[in-house]
C-alpha cells in the first residue's frame, strides 16, 4: 500500500511540474475544404493587382517559418507566424479577435494585409473555372465570402507544427531534449517566462501590459498586446511586434532585462536557446501534398 502511494505521488509530483503545458496535438479538419483552403492561402489572383497572396506574408515553404521577414517594411507589424495559429485562442496583436474564421475574414479584408472585400474576392474565385467546380462540390451554397474564409479556416487547422521534442519531452520522456535544454526549461520557469507563455503553444492565450511605449497611460487598450506563441520560435526571425531584433538570442537577452526585470548570463541566454530549439515541431502533412 505505501508503494502504491509513493507511485500516485510522484506521478503526481511530475504532472504538477509541466501543468502549465500541454503537448500540442493535431486537431480535427476537414480534408477537403482544407486542401481547397491550400490553394486558396497561395493564389495571388485573389489579391487586387494579383501580385501578392497570404503566402507572400506568412512563408510556408522557403524556411517553414510560417512568417517572412523579407515582406516587412519599416514600421510595420511583423507578421505573426501562420503555424500553429489555430492552436491560439485570440488573433493579431491587440487580440481583438478570438474566432479563427473571424481572423481569416479579417486579413482578407484588412487594409494592410489581403487588401481585398467579401464582393470582390468572390467574384474574382468566381472566375476562376477550379474554383467554381471545387466549391460546388464540397459546399452545397458554393462559392460565397463565408465558405471562402472557412477554407482558409480549415487549412490553417491543417498546418499544426506537433511532435516537437518538447512535446514527448512533457508527455514523459525524460530523454527527448537534452541537458542544456532542460536546464533552459528551468530557467525559463524560474524566471518568470511561463506566467505569459504557457498552455499548448506557449503564448496565444492572453494579452499582456507592455507598459514601456510611449503611450497615454489612460490609453490602456494600446498598450495591451497579445502574447504571441514560442513554438518553431527558432525558425520566425524577426522578434518583437515591428520585428526590430533579427537574432534570437539577442531577442532573448533584450526580453529577459526589459520585461522581466533579468539580466541573463551568456549560458544563461545559450540554455535557453537550447530550450527553445526544442520546440520545432515536425513539417505539417498537407504541406508535403498537391
Given amino acids: 500500500m505505501k508503494g502504491v502511494i509513493l507511485c500516485l505521488f510522484i506521478i503526481t509530483i511530475s504532472f504538477c511540474k509541466y501543468e502549465s503545458y500541454k503537448p500540442l496535438t493535431v486537431v480535427k479538419y476537414n480534408e477537403e475544404k482544407a486542401l481547397l483552403g491550400k490553394k486558396l492561402?497561395?493564389?495571388?489572383?485573389?489579391?487586387?493587382?494579383?501580385?501578392?497572396?497570404?503566402?507572400?506574408?506568412?512563408?510556408l515553404y522557403w524556411n517553414l517559418s510560417g512568417s517572412n521577414q523579407d515582406s516587412m517594411e519599416k514600421g510595420t507589424l511583423n507578421p505573426p507566424t501562420i503555424l500553429n495559429a489555430a492552436a491560439n485562442y485570440l488573433f493579431y496583436s491587440d487580440a481583438k479577435i478570438s474566432n479563427l474564421k473571424d481572423q481569416v475574414k479579417e486579413s482578407i479584408t484588412s487594409r494592410i494585409e489581403l487588401n481585398s472585400d467579401n464582393d470582390k474576392i468572390v467574384d474574382s474565385v468566381n472566375n476562376i473555372s477550379e474554383y467554381k467546380i471545387l466549391f460546388k462540390k464540397i459546399y452545397n451554397d458554393g462559392i460565397n465570402f463565408d465558405n471562402i474564409a472557412d477554407a482558409?479556416?480549415?487549412?490553417?487547422?491543417?498546418?499544426?507544427?506537433?511532435?516537437?521534442?518538447?512535446?514527448?519531452?512533457?508527455?514523459?520522456?525524460?530523454?527527448?531534449?537534452?541537458?542544456s535544454a532542460k536546464k533552459g526549461f528551468k530557467i525559463f520557469n524560474n524566471i518568470g517566462c511561463?506566467?505569459?507563455?504557457?498552455?499548448?503553444?506557449?503564448?496565444?492565450?492572453?494579452?499582456?501590459?507592455?507598459?514601456?511605449?510611449?503611450?497615454?497611460?489612460?490609453?490602456?487598450?494600446?498598450?495591451?498586446?497579445?502574447?504571441?506563441?514560442?513554438?518553431?520560435?527558432?525558425?520566425?526571425?524577426?522578434?518583437?511586434?515591428?520585428?526590430?531584433?533579427?537574432?534570437?538570442?539577442?531577442?532573448?537577452?533584450?526580453?529577459?532585462?526589459?520585461?522581466?526585470?533579468?539580466?541573463?548570463?551568456?549560458?544563461?541566454?545559450?540554455?535557453l536557446y537550447s530550450f527553445f530549439l526544442t520546440l520545432n515541431g515536425k513539417k505539417p502533412r498537407i504541406l508535403n501534398e498537391y
Avoid at 41 to 59: V, W
Avoid at 159 to 173: A, E, H, T
Wanted: one cysteine or more; aromatic letters at 8%; hydrophobic letters at 30%.
Fill in 41 to 59: 492561402f497561395f493564389d495571388k489572383r485573389l489579391s487586387p493587382n494579383e501580385n501578392y497572396s497570404c503566402q507572400t506574408c506568412h512563408n
Fill in 152 to 179: 482558409i479556416a480549415e487549412f490553417e487547422k491543417a498546418v499544426l507544427s506537433v511532435d516537437s521534442p518538447f512535446d514527448r519531452f512533457i508527455s514523459g520522456d525524460n530523454n527527448a531534449i537534452d541537458d
Fill in 194 to 271: 511561463a506566467a505569459c507563455h504557457n498552455g499548448r503553444n506557449l503564448g496565444g492565450n492572453l494579452t499582456q501590459d507592455i507598459g514601456r511605449e510611449k503611450i497615454s497611460a489612460l490609453d490602456t487598450s494600446k498598450r495591451l498586446r497579445r502574447v504571441p506563441s514560442l513554438r518553431n520560435i527558432t525558425k520566425t526571425a524577426p522578434y518583437l511586434s515591428h520585428g526590430e531584433i533579427n537574432d534570437l538570442k539577442e531577442a532573448i537577452n533584450f526580453i529577459g532585462n526589459y520585461q522581466l526585470g533579468y539580466v541573463l548570463s551568456k549560458d544563461e541566454i545559450d540554455a
